[in-house]
């Protein structure tokens, strides 16, 4: 069984651009969440989408978006990058989200650099 | 609000040694709790989970961790670590309202031969 893939797994960009990173979750997996890794913050939640629909969103800048498709699969973008975006983003796959009968799975992240 | 307080930043343990990795959280319901591994440059695998039941829990790599609600605790523990160990290990509190985990700030375990 094929685990959370993140592509691309690294990436520079310049301030001012924008990036789209995409996840590909475990077959059957309905949520995929997405998470920043810095530093200085440590790991913080970006969104969650099930079912192709946004059910919850962490404390970041409208910068920051996402979307699910039918297939599961994710995308999240940053418009207007900033050095303060370079971060390792971690998606993170499950059966239906946080409940008790299932768990989150990582992929490998992908880092993203701003210069 | 929720949070998971990882006290260690670092920590040093011996090869063969036994290790014990604290993790207190704050969370007002039944907590859905986690422990996750994370080596230089690479995601989160998960190591061990917590829902309800036993509250010992046994996980991959030889890993163990109790839960103690008293004490607002989820500590993992190893009765001997390899060298291969060396990562850093976070503990996750999953709050199913919000449908995330709140994550501690980490522990770095270093192994000395």
């Known amino acids: 069984k094929a685990g959370v893939t993140q592509t691309p797994r690294y990436l520079i960009k310049t301030r001012g651009q924008q990036v789209t990173l995409s996840c590909s979750p475990i077959s059957g997996h309905r949520s995929v969440s997405w998470y920043q890794q810095t530093p200085g913050q440590g790991l913080q939640f970006l969104f969650e989408y099930f079912s192709e629909t946004q059910r919850n969103k962490g404390n970041f800048p409208g910068r920051f978006s996402g979307r699910q498709f039918s297939n599961s699969r994710s995308e999240m973008n940053v418009s207007t990058l900033e050095l303060g975006d370079s971060a390792l983003y971690l998606c993170?796959?499950?059966?239906?989200?946080?409940?008790?009968?299932?768990?989150?799975?990582f992929g490998q992240g992908t880092r993203l650099t701003v210069v | 609000a929720q949070s998971v307080t990882q006290p260690d930043i670092h920590i040093t343990v011996s090869e063969g040694a036994s290790l014990e990795l604290r993790c207190n959280y704050s969370?007002?319901?039944?907590?859905?709790l986690f422990w996750y591994v994370q080596s230089p440059g690479q995601g989160l695998q998960l190591l061990l989970k917590?829902?309800?039941?036993?509250?010992l829990v046994q996980g991959i790599k030889g890993f163990e961790a109790e839960f103690k609600r008293s004490q607002s605790s989820f500590n993992l523990r190893k009765p001997s670590v390899h060298w291969s160990d060396a990562a850093e290990y976070f503990c996750a509190v999953g709050v199913w309202s919000f449908q995330k985990l709140v994550f501690g700030t980490g522990t770095r375990l270093l192994v000395s031969p």
């Open positions: 993170a796959s499950s059966l239906q989200g946080i409940n008790a009968n299932t768990e989150a799975f």
């Open positions: 917590y829902f309800s039941g036993d509250t």
């Open positions: 969370y007002g319901a039944t907590p859905y």
